[in-house]
């Protein structure tokens, strides 16, 4: 009787063993699969300045290449201080007040924008899409 408890415990064992090795490794393959797409997608990747801003012009997003071509160097992202690196500067704010498009130069460089109108809980948020003009 005895002998009969051990040995079915020692399979109960061996069966928790093998079902425990068995989560870990569909684990590990389920950590490998977040880290693909789940659709294979053929993308270049975008060289696109992006900037979203909501309300009155505050910024809540400037990706790395706007922050490059209005020279931020690390600074706070300021509507204004951006908009006089902007020529013409009027139509630069015009993009955050409404959806459209308009050409303007930063510095030297030639850009074509445009705007989108995203609703949020809070009202919407304007996120301007920038590319240089060829």
Known sequence: MELILILLGLVLLIYILGVVQQWQTTRNLVIE???KPIV???LVEGNEAVVVAEGRGHLVYINEKARNWFGMNGAEPNLTLMAQR???SDT???LFAREGRVLFRVG???VEATSHAIPVETGRRMVVV???AP
């Open 40 to 42: 294979p997608v053929n």
């Open 130 to 132: 920038m590319r240089e």
């Open 108 to 110: 030297s460089r030639q």
């Open 92 to 94: 630069f704010r015009d």
């Open 33 to 35: 699969a977040e880290d």
């Open 86 to 88: 902007v020529n013409p």
